[in-house]
């Protein structure tokens, strides 16, 4: 059962303020990620106060990079059931995590930032994971 919206508004404005997209159902995923898109960031957001608290700031970090993603999105875990299961679905060959991070290139996932490796981290130095990974994957400055 989902949380209450209510709760998660906060949460969804956390990301959307930094102009993050989000994708609330599993048609919403399959547009963003289709081959083609270019560089998508995948964020898939979470209530979890320790991790997310830092994850969704240091999103808001690392898109101030020079080069970053075409697109960047998300899902709610715990609020956008169907659509989470089928980012998870589509990143299979990973364990599920919330909050994560994958960057996709024409719809494949070429990094994944998982909760454990968000949790050890500040909001700092999740940024500069997340740029070093623009600066490898993404090759339009957008």
Partial sequence: MPYPERF????????TKFGVEETRTPADVDRVLAPGSGSVLMIVNSVCGCAAGKARPAVG??????????????VFAGGDEEATAHVREILKDFPPSSPSMALFQDGKPVFMLHRHEIERRDAFQIADVLKQAFERYCTTNV
């Fill in 8 to 15: 998660l508004i906060p949460m969804r404005e956390d990301l």
């Fill in 61 to 74: 970090m690392a898109l101030q990079n020079a080069v970053k993603p075409t697109r960047v999105a998300t």
